[in-house]
């Protein structure tokens, strides 16, 4: 005795719950537009995020390179500091990467060697750099290098100047301000930067009074980067002279050259944490 | 059966309910564009507002500062803002600000000769979307919130700090021009003046009378700060006034502050005005047989007659004389300190007339010890340069602030030997 109705088949049944329908296309939109949430608009919200932090730090080393000068022209201590990473906005159903931290570090030492006909001095000096670690945009170190600013952006070839050097203002004298001790700091947090001014590191007493002085200065830019523009500034009269960019080495040598010792002037500063 | 239109009573309640609840939220979304969006930015904009102020008073105590100390100072504004980030609802473009300077003049008279110092005000212009709020100038160490314009009030943020309480008088000059605009931070890098003993004020002549541009007129400001006896000159088609003061020569302090720039020197103009300063009439800076005190020539003979005229180009010209019968000529001035570090030196005449018998007029240049630095050279009638050798510019260069000029005559006739000179000058090249 066959009693199965043959409407029943899974073929040609044709009842449904339609509660359970919707809500199972309801929570399918839900998941979808979460994961779609998690996978672009999340991103974008961060790299939001991430890219004021960046104009703040570029503000910050702005104020930190005014220090630096201000400590080393001025003698007195100046005690800036930078934001070294940032913290995502908090979120409730999707997940943060970990907070950016950056770094903020001197380079190794340079020296800057002043020589006249005989005698050399070499007085040593450091670059800071300042390396963000952003998991969303790609953003290269600020460098800062004797008074002037600039991003290295990876993969281009020039650098991007955020503030002049100013070690050559009027043609009249040439002032440096050397770096040094070692610093290195890494994290999300902020961190001040002790700024003391140290004339005694400066010792020119080797030198001539009245001979014509060259000066070596340690570099990472090149001519065609950003020192070509130097030597447009600076007249044939001027007492401070532009040479060239000695290109050789691991690393550059801006050479400059001064009528005599009253148109140097070197200033040096300490860096702790 | 069927129904009317009219009659028709059923509905999908939920598709109205989430017509409904779509309503809603565009509802709420335009409000909040409308309302909530603006009141935000306005806050994040007052914040900006807050921190400038502050950064400004940072810029003013920076400005004293720096001439105070004579050290440059390196100080830095944040000229705009951005607004916060937002997921729902559109911002306005960010905020951008601008810092300009606008040039005037401080001019210090001593009754019949006037000097004008260029000094510069500095306004920083807001451009925010939401708060209307005005300018903050800097004007001669006052630091103020202009509102005039917009009906309100000036507000001071800085007093001045020209005349402090005993009585003196400090004007800083603020030099160069400076230009930004944008949303991020700028540096201003103030620097001292290289040569504040270039000033050449007029000789004192009682009082200075100071004239100081202002655009504080008629707001009651230096009233309040020196009494209702200010003097206030208006300036007609300004934006600016003139405030009058009286001060004593001792009691007056200058000095100059430039923006990216060393300062060119309070007048601008250093070099002439020292020039003009030089004034070959006085008792140290020539001698003759009867009058002057310079060191050389130590055996003078003749005489120099009008010897104030050399001191400049066309006019007048001094004539140095030696009467018939008298032996030859021997005069000599004293040359103001040249540049030690020119390459080349050459020595310019400008001769209006020679009268001389049988012989000539010639010149040398000797330091005060009398060493002979150039070989004596014969002098010619009109607009001349003479040039020396390398061994005599060497010389020069070494007595750079230690030249006499000798003029002397070579005659073998006993007439009138005249030399009438309109101008001279060692150049350096």
Same mark, same amino acid.
């Given at each position: 005795?066959?009693?199965?109705?043959?409407?029943?088949?899974?073929?040609?049944?044709?009842?449904?719950?339609?509660?359970?329908?919707?809500?199972?296309?309801?929570?399918?939109?839900?998941?979808?537009?979460?994961?779609?949430?998690?996978?672009?608009?999340?991103?974008?919200?961060?790299?939001?995020?991430?890219?004021?932090?960046?104009?703040?730090?570029?503000?910050?080393?702005?104020?930190?390179?005014?220090?630096?000068?201000?400590?080393?022209?001025?003698?007195?201590?100046?005690?800036?500091?930078?934001?070294?990473?940032?913290?995502?906005?908090?979120?409730?159903?999707?997940?943060?990467?970990?907070?950016?931290?950056?770094?903020?570090?001197?380079?190794?030492?340079?020296?800057?060697?002043?020589?006249?006909?005989?005698?050399?001095?070499?007085?040593?000096?450091?670059?800071?750099?300042?390396?963000?670690?952003?998991?969303?945009?790609?953003?290269?170190?600020?460098?800062?290098?004797?008074?002037?600013?600039?991003?290295?952006?990876?993969?281009?070839?020039?650098?991007?100047?955020? @503030?002049?050097?100013?070690?050559?203002?009027?043609?009249?004298?040439?002032?440096?301000?050397?770096?040094?001790?070692?610093?290195?700091?890494?994290?999300?947090?902020?961190?001040?930067?002790?700024?003391?001014?140290?004339?005694?590191?400066?010792?020119?007493?080797?030198?001539?009074?009245?001979?014509?002085?060259?000066?070596?200065?340690?570099?990472?830019?090149?001519?065609? @980067?950003?020192?070509?523009?130097?030597?447009?500034?600076?007249?044939?009269?001027?007492?401070?002279?532009?040479?060239?960019?000695?290109?050789?080495?691991?690393?550059?040598?801006?050479?400059?050259?001064?009528?005599?010792?009253?148109?140097?002037?070197?200033?040096?500063? @300490?860096?702790?944490? | 059966?069927?129904?009317?239109?009219?009659?028709?009573?059923?509905?999908?309640?939920?598709?109205?309910?989430?017509?409904?609840?779509?309503?809603?939220?565009?509802?709420?979304?335009?409000?909040?564009?409308?309302?909530?969006?603006?009141?935000?930015?306005?806050?994040? !904009?007052?914040?900006?507002?807050?921190?400038?102020?502050?950064?400004?008073?940072?810029?003013?105590?920076?400005?004293?500062?720096?001439?105070?100390?004579?050290?440059?100072?390196?100080?830095?504004?944040?000229?705009?803002?951005?607004?916060?980030?937002?997921?729902?609802? +559109?911002?306005?473009?960010?905020?951008?600000?601008?810092?300009?300077?606008?040039?005037?003049?401080?001019?210090?008279?001593?009754?019949?000769?006037?000097?004008? +110092?260029?000094?510069?005000?500095? !306004?920083?212009?807001?451009?925010?979307?939401?708060?209307?709020?005005?300018?903050?100038?800097?004007?001669?160490?006052?630091?103020?919130?202009?509102?005039?314009?917009?009906?309100?009030?000036?507000?001071?943020?800085?007093?001045?700090?020209?005349?402090?309480?005993?009585?003196?008088?400090?004007?800083?000059?603020?030099?160069?021009?400076?230009?930004?605009?944008?949303?991020?931070?700028?540096?201003?890098?103030?620097?001292?003046?290289?040569?504040?003993?270039?000033?050449?004020?007029?000789?004192?002549?009682?009082?200075?009378?100071?004239?100081?541009?202002?655009?504080?007129?008629?707001?009651?400001?230096?009233?309040?700060?020196?009494?209702?006896?200010?003097?206030?000159?208006?300036?007609?088609?300004?934006?600016?006034?003139?405030?009058?003061? *009286?001060?004593?020569?001792?009691?007056?302090?200058?000095? *100059?502050?430039?923006?990216?720039?060393? #300062?060119?020197?309070?007048?601008?103009?250093?070099?002439?005005?020292?020039?003009?300063?030089?004034?070959?009439?006085?008792?140290?800076?020539?001698?003759?047989?009867?009058?002057?005190?310079?060191?050389?020539?130590?055996? #003078?003979?003749?005489?120099?007659?009008?010897?104030?005229?050399?001191?400049?180009?066309?006019?007048?010209?001094?004539?140095?004389?030696?009467?018939?019968?008298?032996?030859?000529?021997?005069?000599?001035?004293?040359? #103001?300190?040249?540049?030690?570090?020119?390459?080349?030196?050459?020595?310019?005449?400008?001769?209006?007339?020679?009268?001389?018998?049988?012989?000539?007029?010639?010149?040398?240049?000797?330091?005060?010890?009398?060493?002979?630095?150039?070989?004596?050279?014969?002098?010619?009638?009109?607009?001349?340069?003479?040039?020396?050798?390398?061994?005599?510019?060497?010389?020069?260069?070494?007595?750079?602030?230690?030249?006499?000029?000798?003029?002397?005559?070579?005659?073998?006739?006993?007439?009138?030997?005249?030399?009438?000179?309109?101008?001279?000058?060692?150049?350096?090249?």
């Amino acid at each position: 005795m066959r009693d199965r109705n043959p409407s029943t088949t899974i073929w040609n049944d044709r009842r449904g719950v339609s509660e359970v329908v919707g809500f199972i296309l309801i929570l399918g939109i839900l998941v979808l537009t979460l994961t779609t949430y998690q996978a672009t608009i999340l991103p974008q919200q961060n790299a939001q995020t991430e890219f004021q932090h960046f104009e703040d730090v570029r503000n910050e080393m702005i104020e930190l390179r005014n220090a630096i000068s201000t400590a080393g022209q001025a003698d007195v201590s100046q005690f800036p500091s930078v934001k070294l990473g940032t913290n995502y906005q908090s979120r409730i159903l999707t997940i943060n990467p970990a907070p950016p931290a950056g770094t903020l570090q001197t380079s190794e030492a340079y020296n800057i060697s002043i020589s006249d006909s005989t005698d050399t001095e070499n007085i040593s000096t450091k670059f800071i750099e300042y390396q963000p670690g952003y998991n969303e945009i790609t953003a290269g170190s600020t460098w800062y290098e004797h008074s002037v600013l600039y991003v290295d952006e990876p993969g281009t070839r020039n650098a991007i100047t955020i @503030e002049d050097q100013h070690l050559v203002t009027d043609g009249n004298k040439l002032k440096i301000t050397t770096l040094q001790n070692t610093f290195q700091r890494s994290g999300t947090n902020r961190e001040t930067v002790e700024l003391l001014p140290n004339q005694s590191a400066v010792d020119l007493s080797d030198l001539d009074d009245s001979e014509e002085l060259t000066v070596r200065i340690p570099t990472r830019l090149n001519e065609t @980067e950003y020192w070509d523009t130097l030597d447009e500034k600076l007249d044939t009269d001027d007492h401070v002279g532009y040479e060239h960019v000695d290109e050789s080495g691991d690393i550059n040598y801006l050479v400059l050259n001064t009528t005599n010792k009253e148109h140097l002037e070197i200033n040096a500063v @300490e860096i702790y944490s | 059966m069927r129904q009317g239109f009219v009659g028709n009573n059923r509905a999908v309640a939920p598709v109205i309910g989430f017509i409904f609840v779509i309503g809603f939220l565009v509802l709420l979304l335009a409000v909040y564009q409308a309302q909530v969006v603006p009141q935000q930015n306005a806050e994040t !904009e007052f914040e900006h507002h807050e921190d400038i102020r502050y950064e400004l008073r940072s810029l003013h105590h920076a400005i004293t500062d720096v001439s105070q100390k004579q050290s440059p100072r390196f100080q830095s504004l944040n000229l705009g803002t951005d607004y916060r980030a937002r997921t729902l609802g +559109i911002n306005p473009p960010p905020a951008a600000g601008t810092i300009r300077t606008e040039q005037h003049n401080i001019s210090i008279s001593n009754g019949s000769s006037t000097e004008d +110092i260029p000094t510069r005000f500095i !306004e920083y212009q807001p451009g925010y979307n939401e708060l209307d709020i005005g300018s903050t100038w800097y004007e001669n160490s006052v630091l103020y919130l202009d509102e005039r314009d917009r009906g309100n009030d000036l507000v001071v943020i800085e007093d001045q700090q020209i005349v402090d309480d005993t009585g003196n008088l400090t004007i800083v000059a603020l030099q160069n021009e400076f230009q930004e605009t944008g949303t991020g931070r700028v540096t201003l890098e103030l620097y001292p003046s290289n040569d504040l003993n270039n000033v050449s004020l007029p000789d004192p002549n009682g009082n200075y009378s100071v004239k100081i541009p202002t655009r504080l007129n008629g707001t009651g400001y230096w009233e309040r700060q020196f009494g209702d006896g200010v003097d206030i000159d208006p300036v007609a088609g300004e934006d600016h006034d003139l405030l009058n003061l *009286s001060v004593a020569p001792e009691a007056l302090e200058l000095s *100059s502050v430039g923006i990216q720039l060393e #300062p060119t020197g309070i007048d601008g103009s250093v070099e002439e005005e020292s020039e003009e300063e030089y004034d070959y009439a006085e008792e140290t800076y020539h001698r003759d047989d009867n009058s002057g005190d310079a060191v050389q020539p130590v055996n #003078p003979s003749g005489d120099i007659e009008n010897p104030s005229a050399v001191n400049e180009e066309g006019g007048d010209t001094a004539t140095a004389i030696s009467s018939g019968g008298q032996e030859d000529l021997n005069v000599g001035f004293a040359l #103001p300190p040249t540049d030690e570090s020119a390459e080349t030196y050459t020595m310019r005449f400008i001769i209006e007339r020679i009268q001389v018998g049988g012989g000539d007029f010639g010149f040398s240049l000797v330091n005060s010890d009398g060493e002979v630095l150039t070989e004596r050279q014969v002098l010619e009638e009109g607009d001349n340069t003479y040039s020396f050798d390398d061994d005599e510019e060497q010389a020069i260069s070494n007595n750079y602030d230690d030249l006499y000029l000798i003029l002397d005559s070579e005659t073998n006739g006993s007439g009138n030997r005249e030399l009438a000179i309109d101008y001279f000058e060692l150049l350096a090249g």
